[in-house]
């Protein structure tokens, strides 16, 4: 049984007569143990999806969904004090800037003591020194370098990779099941990046916990989990394995993601950029999202939306989608 | 200047969308807040109110009908439609004098706002772009001026100065100095390490039109503000001055003083104080509810 | 043929106040840079937080002038030029910013914020002329005449930093300095502003002085690669030595620790965190996450010294 299943999940923003499409029936399931990533540009919806599985989504936002169910439970058809109870504890998440996401009033300390007194063991949330001694040992899961003198430390005091090891110790300190990262290093140095992805990696080898990874970046995508969806203007394109979706991708989205690449350009004066932009939530083409920029484009994806297809272990959005190396061209026709 | 080859990658004129201009939006937004737009309705009443006073008055406000003195508003026992709020002491009409102080009341608010911004605005942008020695000198001497209760430094400001509105004015605007000192210099601090500030700067720009002409726009949103707020303040201090009989001098009539004349009358004859007291309070929330309308309206627009 | 930037041991150094008992500390933001630029060609100086780029583009776009050291811009010493030499100077040298939703005035119509420029530094050019050539600096950058009477909160990112790369042009500089100008873009405007970048370049003979963290974009459009470390230069080398033989231990950290799609390597990270700027250590700045690092490297700063066709700070290469 999938550890997260989402289902047809729609978020809208703006006013019920012009909704703004934030996310536009995205389908994603992750099982235990599985490191899954969500790759987009802005407006794609990737942070959106997280933000209403955590139920984060505040008012005008409408979340709609056919099912999002963690370990088999609905969390939509939870109160909010179960949903809470789960969300927190056994779902964490950790943000792009670790500086804006710690309280600037509290220490280090007492920020991860929070997370223990709501969701912790019975000990912790009674005992102070408990708390504090399980703080400790987080801090040295996290490797951060003289735990002991950090612990009461204040935010403005860290740099921004140490503060995102804190933000990550607080994500663990109640052992979740799955742990939602969302461009967790996107602020960061590529030195320290390199850092905090290795300790990601690491904590979900040994905890046995779930990852989503939600990035702009695809190189950083591309090494840290064993499967991505593409998401384009709240839509998922492609879903695949990694590093067969990146080594021969079926959409031209994903296609064009990586052509846009520097490193895809060596040696060529132009790097091969997509033209246009997203489209804006007033001017949504009737058919396929991407049709207006596609260099593939044809008749019936200006008019016709392409349904989702399934393959194996993989999912596609287009009528034409590219065709890798040596299979037969299948028409999509669904 | 250089050829004109265009850098063609495909993307050419991109269709900028049709978006509501900032006037519009700022309009929408300023409509949600019911008790802005009270507000607005009520300060523009007022405006009415002041620019028309000599057609909509019955009578002349310093006329005295010496046989109807203490006459009681229209719907008591004894009271006319005559003179329908009442008279005071000295037999004049009550309405006309409440409409003519509404002119004396607006002018009091806006000469005073005028002056007390345009000095604060100047020497906050002087403390916060150049910072140093002029900024201690500045802040601390605002500091001092803060020390004291406004009241008591008007009323110091006017004794030196002498009675009377014209006076009573400066002395409101003295007092009202350091907040838009302080609120100005907070301001530029905040915009000058800006990006757009440097690419002013790197463009050659000189200090005074870096600070007039690229920074002191984008202070314009608390300022503004503070500015309708300190109407109500300056409005509340005049009367307070009048009061004590250091503004307006009689037979001016302005609310404050028709207050302090009153006084002994509060049992006799309760309308000749209550009614120069609800047109102070009328318009302070009038303007206090703008103020906060155009708060709302104006800041979370302009962090973008 | 005289070099378009020269800069000769650039130092800027903050005094920090810690506290009413404590002295107040010395931050060495830039520590004795030197460099060059051609006009015409591109250097990207790669570095992480702390290594004193951004300190760098505020020195040579002359906003802040060094505590020591000397800087020529055209062959002119910044440092003793008068008021009518550093306005010369000024339409010399631009800006680019990182952030395209910090670098534009937001009170302003587009039509004024490129004409600012031209306002200030060309004061006989009449209105209509200036409007006419931000209209032609819009069409450089791909932009229709519409965008002129609109206001910057009505544009997206990537259209907002061709807009800011429309302002630098106004002056039609020789230098344009590009901090970061495509880190806060999506991947796909990025590789648009890029190649505009690069088509300007060949279009006008601008130089570059190309701030970024990212290997990959230097990888693409830079001629010259110069990295930094806490306020200092320790390597620099024409791209394709660099990439090919980096020599500098640190230089060799940076891109094994950057993770690209294909060749699918994971990235090593380093190890340790950079020193804080208030205590630097002594010899080497590197030498507490160095792999090599040996006695000497604790104790004596190495100077930038030519190995092969690389300049290069390090005791141990070569």
């Not at chain 3, 060949?202 to 190309?210: K, P, R, W």
């Amino acid at each position: 049984m999938a550890l997260l299943d989402i289902e047809g999940l729609s978020v809208a923003f703006g006013r019920p007569d012009s909704p703004i499409r934030a996310v536009d029936g995205v389908d994603l399931a992750i099982e235990p143990g599985e490191t899954v990533g969500l790759v987009g540009e802005s407006g794609s919806g990737k942070s959106v999806t997280a933000l209403a599985v955590m139920g984060l989504v505040d008012p005008p936002g409408r979340v709609v969904a056919r099912r999002i169910a963690f370990a088999g439970r609905d969390l939509a058809a939870l109160t909010p004090a179960a949903r809470r109870a789960i969300v927190g504890k056994d779902i964490a998440m950790i943000f792009q800037d670790p500086l804006a996401a710690l309280d600037p009033c509290y220490t280090v300390a007492f920020q991860i003591g929070e997370a223990l007194r709501r969701h912790g063991t019975p000990d912790e949330r009674r005992s102070a020194r408990r708390r504090r001694a399980r703080a400790l040992e987080l801090l040295a899961q996290v490797e951060i370098p003289d735990a002991r003198a950090r612990l009461d430390a204040w935010p403005h005091q860290l740099s921004g990779g140490m503060a995102q090891r804190v933000m990550i110790a607080i994500a663990i300190a109640c052992k979740p099941r799955l742990l939602i990262a969302d461009e967790p290093t996107t602020a960061l140095d590529v030195t320290v990046q390199a850092q905090v992805l290795e300790l990601l990696a690491r904590l979900t080898r040994e905890h046995g916990m779930a990852l989503l990874l939600i990035s702009h970046d695809l190189a950083v995508v591309a090494q840290s989990v064993s499967r991505v969806a593409v998401l384009y203007a709240g839509q998922v394109m492609e879903e695949g394995r990694v590093p067969a979706i990146f080594a021969s991708p079926r959409h031209p989205y994903t296609r064009a993601l990586i052509d846009a690449l520097p490193e895809h350009n060596v040696g060529r004066a132009r790097l091969a950029a997509l033209p246009g932009v997203v489209p804006s939530a007033s001017a949504r083409p009737p058919g396929c999202l991407l049709a207006p920029r596609c260099p593939r484009v044809r008749e019936r994806c200006r008019i016709e939306l392409p349904r989702p297809a399934h393959g194996e272990g993989s999912v596609l959005r287009c009528f034409y989608p590219l065709v890798p190396r040596g299979a037969v061209a299948a028409d999509m026709g669904t | 200047m250089a050829d004109a080859t265009v850098a063609s990658d495909g993307t050419g004129a991109e269709p900028l969308d049709a978006v509501p201009s900032r006037a519009r939006a700022f309009i929408a937004s300023y409509a949600q807040n019911r008790g802005a737009v009270a507000g607005l309705v009520l300060v523009v009443l007022l405006i009415l109110c002041a620019a028309f006073a000599d057609v909509i008055a019955p009578h002349p406000p310093n006329l005295q009908y010496r046989d109807v003195t203490l006459a009681p508003p229209a719907w008591a026992d004894g009271g006319s439609w005559r003179f329908p709020l009442g008279t005071d002491p000295v037999g004049r009409d009550m309405l006309s004098r409440l409409i003519h102080g509404t002119r004396l009341s607006l002018a009091i608010g806006l000469v005073s706002v005028a002056i007390s911004l345009s000095l604060g605005v100047l020497l906050g942008l002087l403390a916060g772009f150049f910072r140093g020695l002029l900024d201690t000198v500045i802040m601390r001497a605002m500091d001092v001026m803060l020390a004291l209760p406004s009241l008591l430094l008007a009323i110091a400001v006017v004794a030196i100065l002498g009675p009377g509105l014209v006076n009573a004015m400066y002395a409101i605007a003295i007092v009202l100095l350091p907040h838009y000192v302080r609120l100005t210099r907070a301001a530029v601090i905040a915009e000058s390490g800006r990006d757009y500030v440097t690419a002013s700067r790197i463009a050659g720009a000189g200090n005074a039109r870096l600070m007039f002409d690229t920074i002191l726009p984008n202070c314009a949103a608390p300022l503004i503000v503070q500015a309708t707020l300190g109407f109500s303040n300056a409005i509340l201090d005049a009367a307070a001055l009048g009061f004590l009989g250091l503004g307006a001098q009689p037979p001016t009539p302005e609310w404050g003083s028709m207050l302090a004349s009153a006084l002994e009358f509060i049992q006799r004859a309760p309308w000749v104080v209550t009614y120069p007291g609800l047109a102070i309070l009328v318009t302070v929330l009038a303007f206090n509810l703008m103020g906060d309308g155009l708060r709302d309206a104006l800041d979370p627009k302009l962090r973008r | 043929m005289t070099l378009l930037v020269e800069a000769q041991d650039l130092a800027r150094h903050y005094t920090v106040r810690r506290g009413l008992w404590r002295s107040p500390g010395t931050v060495r933001a830039l520590d004795g840079v030197s460099l060059a630029i051609a006009g015409g060609t591109t250097l990207a100086v790669v570095g992480e937080s702390g290594s004193g780029k951004s300190t760098l583009a505020r020195a040579v776009t002359m906003i802040e002038a060094p505590t020591a050291g000397t800087l020529r811009i055209d062959g002119v010493d910044v440092g003793q030029a008068d008021r009518a030499a550093l306005a010369r100077l000024r339409t010399r040298v631009q800006m680019v910013f990182q952030n395209p939703y910090a670098s534009l005035n937001p009170r302003k119509s587009i039509a004024a914020l490129l004409g600012e420029p031209l306002a200030i530094q060309r004061a006989t050019l009449s209105a209509r002329a200036r409007r006419t050539a931000a209209r032609e600096a819009l069409a450089r950058v791909g932009l229709g005449s519409a965008a002129l009477d609109r206001y910057p909160h009505m544009f997206s990112g990537g259209q907002r930093q061709r807009i800011a790369i429309a302002r630098a042009l106004m002056l039609a500089p020789a230098l344009v300095v590009a901090d970061e100008p495509v880190a806060a873009l999506d991947v796909s405007i990025q590789a648009q502003v890029l190649n505009l970048l690069m088509d300007l370049k060949d279009s006008s003979g601008i130089a570059y002085l190309f701030i970024t963290h990212n290997l990959e974009v230097v990888r693409h459009i830079a001629d010259e690669v110069a990295v930094m470390y806490f306020g200092r230069i320790v390597e620099r080398a024409a791209k394709r030595t660099l990439f090919e033989a980096p020599r500098h231990p640190y230089t060799q950290v940076l891109l094994a620790a950057t993770p690209t799609l294909a060749p699918r390597r994971t990235p090593t990270p380093p190890r340790g965190e950079p020193p804080s700027p208030l205590a630097p250590p002594a010899g080497c700045a590197f030498h507490g996450r160095c792999p090599l690092a040996v006695d000497r490297c604790r104790v004596e700063v190495p100077a930038l010294r030519q190995v092969g066709e690389t300049w290069v700070a390090c005791h141990l290469a070569g």
